[in-house]
C-alpha cells in the first residue's frame, strides 16, 4: 500500500522558533498533499492544500505568512511552523494522494495520511 | 450547520455486538464518502470508502450510503475491543476532504 512519512515524529521548541515538518511519499508519486492540525479531543482541520511546483491553497483563518509550505517535488512537501508560539502547540499531520489514474474517476482517490508530527511550544 | 456531523460518543458496545456509527452531511454534490480510524495519539488510517448508494461490505465492516438522506454509516460486526477508537466520517467536495469530529468507540470486554 502507499506509504507516507514524517519528520521527525514529535519537536518540543522555545517559544519564537520555527521548525520545519517533512512529509514524504515514499512508494508513489503526491501531485497533491493536504497538511492537517488537530487539537485535543478535536477532528482534523485542514490547514492547506499543496500542488507539487504551484502555491498553496490555505484555508480561511490559516496565516500562510506563518504556516509556510512548500512542495518542491511529486514525494516531498514542507510545512515551516515560523516564530512558534504556545498556541501553535497540536498534533500536524499531512497526507498524500496519487497523481491521478486516468483509469479512475478522480473523485475516488484517496488520500494517505502520515503518522503525524507532535509540535510542543514552550 | 456543521458541513460534516457525528454524535461524539462516547458509544460503549459490548465485545461481540454490532457498533452503528452515523454521519450526516450538508453537500449534496459530495461524490465520495471515507470511514476512518484513529486510535489516541496516531494518525487515521482508512478503514472503507464508498460512492454508490447502498451498503459495502469488507470484511466485519459495512458501509451504508444514502445520498437522499445525505446520510452514511459504518457497522462494525462483532466488535472487539481492539476496535475501541476514533472513527472519523470524512467526504470529499470537490478539491478537499471535510471531516467530522468523529465518534469514540469503547467496546467493552
Known amino acids: 500500500g502507499a506509504v507516507v512519512s514524517q519528520h521527525p515524529s514529535w519537536v518540543i521548541c522555545k517559544s519564537g522558533t520555527s521548525v520545519k515538518i517533512e512529509c514524504r511519499s515514499l512508494?508513489?508519486?503526491?501531485?497533491?498533499m493536504f497538511w492537517y492540525r488537530q487539537f485535543p479531543k478535536q477532528s482534523l482541520m485542514l490547514m492547506a492544500t499543496?500542488?507539487?511546483?504551484?502555491?498553496?491553497?490555505?484555508e480561511q483563518g490559516v496565516e500562510k505568512d506563518k504556516f509556510l509550505i512548500n512542495h518542491a517535488s511529486l514525494t516531498l512537501s514542507t510545512l515551516t511552523v515560523t516564530s512558534a508560539h504556545p498556541e501553535d502547540s497540536s498534533f500536524y499531520i499531512c497526507?498524500?494522494?496519487?497523481?491521478?489514474?486516468?483509469?479512475?474517476?478522480?473523485?475516488?482517490?484517496?488520500?494517505?495520511f502520515g503518522p503525524g508530527t507532535r509540535l510542543t511550544v514552550l | 450547520q456543521k458541513e460534516v456531523e457525528q454524535n461524539s460518543g462516547p458509544l460503549s458496545v459490548p465485545e461481540g455486538a454490532i457498533a452503528s456509527l452515523n454521519c450526516t452531511y450538508s453537500?449534496?454534490?459530495?461524490?465520495?464518502f471515507f470511514w476512518y480510524r484513529q486510535y489516541s495519539g496516531k494518525s487515521p488510517e482508512l478503514i472503507m470508502f464508498?460512492?454508490?448508494?447502498g451498503d459495502k461490505e469488507d470484511g466485519r465492516f459495512t458501509a451504508q450510503l444514502n445520498k437522499a438522506s445525505q446520510y452514511v454509516s459504518l457497522l462494525i460486526r462483532d466488535s472487539q475491543p481492539s476496535d475501541s477508537a476514533t472513527y472519523l466520517c470524512?467526504?470529499?467536495?470537490?478539491?478537499?476532504?471535510?471531516f467530522g469530529t468523529g465518534t469514540r468507540l469503547k467496546v467493552l470486554a
Open positions: 512508494d508513489f508519486q503526491a501531485t497533491t
Open positions: 497526507s498524500a494522494r496519487a497523481a491521478t489514474d486516468p483509469r479512475v474517476p478522480s473523485s475516488y482517490n484517496e488520500q494517505f
Open positions: 499543496s500542488n507539487e511546483g504551484s502555491k498553496a491553497t490555505y
Open positions: 453537500d449534496r454534490g459530495s461524490q465520495s
Open positions: 470524512a467526504v470529499k467536495g470537490t478539491y478537499k476532504y471535510i
Open positions: 464508498i460512492y454508490s448508494n
